[in-house]
């Protein structure tokens, strides 16, 4: 069983910005603060930073061990010395996204005009979340929000930024908002909108939250109560699309599991209807229930409604008569897009998408398609020619750029994000 505990106090690395950041809502957001962490030692030019934007439901421990989860980091397998994302040579920075619940501003943070309400018991006054009043916010707002972060570092420029999936759209916004800021992107796995398919995906996962009786509109914090169940089917029917046919079936078939069985039968269902019609009979089941269950520890329901909408307005073209080529006329980024062929959430369709857009915008492009059967999140999984794809793009790119082979023993900053004298 995982011991992770959402609820549990966790001191995080972060940057706070009192005068906060205004929104493309139009609200300012006050006081920010940004959860991060640090990866590597910047060099003393300040150019080899690379920005990793995580997934939906990532953080910013993505190379070391989770304080909360007690588990690796999210991409350790891509992130540290020697590795495709090389920290000998790159200063890596994470943040978790706006919005998030790891330490980052968010529904969870206290709502500052509740900060030092006090009733007339004189009793210590408590900070009430934001809640559903956290105002909304888009993949751009949180690209703000680490633009904030990346200049609170003092670094003008970054050598690159890298990210899958929700990550991907925060690369493109990166690119298109800030373009001389950013010498190379690697989208991954990702798209410039988000289609009607995958905005209806996150539709059913609010709505299995909103139906949970422990939901209360949203302030079940007051009642002490966390709508788990809704939650974890949102999480179980998003997993779904995480994955694949090919790797569902490789995984468990049509298994079923022996416990649920009558004594002495046969791992095949010969007598469906002697068995318990909603216990856990078929693998795939229990293995869902798995993932649902270890999820609600550790999310928080408030930030994945915020961040699914986040994902839901992204649309590079609206404000370009629906050309996703407009955000980037002009820019000098070099971007390497990457797909997986059997990611059917953000297919290799929607990826030519945007290098067709970028072609329009004469950007320097390279685009992969790796061959996968795992769908979606193979970008999280062992994929040796996605791993060699992105350390080639990165070499390539630094070599351009002008960067130090290795930059291990110069002096700037320390990976702990402390600058040494
Ligand atoms: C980019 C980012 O920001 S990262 C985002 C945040 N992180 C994630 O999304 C990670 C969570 N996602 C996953 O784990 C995804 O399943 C993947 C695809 C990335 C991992 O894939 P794999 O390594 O192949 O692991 P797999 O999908 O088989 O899941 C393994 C888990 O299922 C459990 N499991 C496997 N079979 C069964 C079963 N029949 N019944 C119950 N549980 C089962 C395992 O015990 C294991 O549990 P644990 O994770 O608690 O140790
Ligand atoms: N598994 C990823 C989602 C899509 O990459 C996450 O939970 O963030």
Known sequence: MDQTDISAPVEHDRAVFPDGLMLDCGTVLAPVEIAYRTYGVLSPDRNNAILVCHALTGDQYLAETHPVTGRKGWWDRMVGPGKPIDTNRFF????????????????RS???????????????????????DFPPITIRDMVRAQNALVRHLGIERLFAVVG??????????????????????????TAPFHSAQNIAFNEVSRQAIFA?????GGRYWEVGAVPARGLAVARMMAHITYLSEEALTRKFGRRVRRESMPPATPCTVAEPQSLSLFGEIFEVESYLRHQGSSFVRRFDANSYLTITRAMDWMDLGAEHDGDYGGPFAGTRTRFCVISFSSDWLFPTSQSRILVRALNRAAANVSFVEIESDKGHDAFLLDEPDFDRTVRGFLSGAAEHAGLECSVAKAEGIRGDGVVLP
């Open 92 to 107: 890596v920075i994470c943040s978790n996204v706006l919005g998030g619940c790891m330490g980052s501003t968010g529904p």
């Open 110 to 132: 206290p709502r500052p005009s509740a900060i030092g309400a006090q009733d007339d018991s004189g009793a210590a006054p408590v900070a009430e979340p934001w809640g559903t």
């Open 164 to 189: 899958g999936s929700m990550g991907g759209m925060q690369v493109l916004e990166w690119a298109a908002t800030y373009p001389d800021m950013v010498f190379a992107a690697v989208p991954i796995a």
């Open 212 to 216: 949970d009786p422990e939901w209360h």
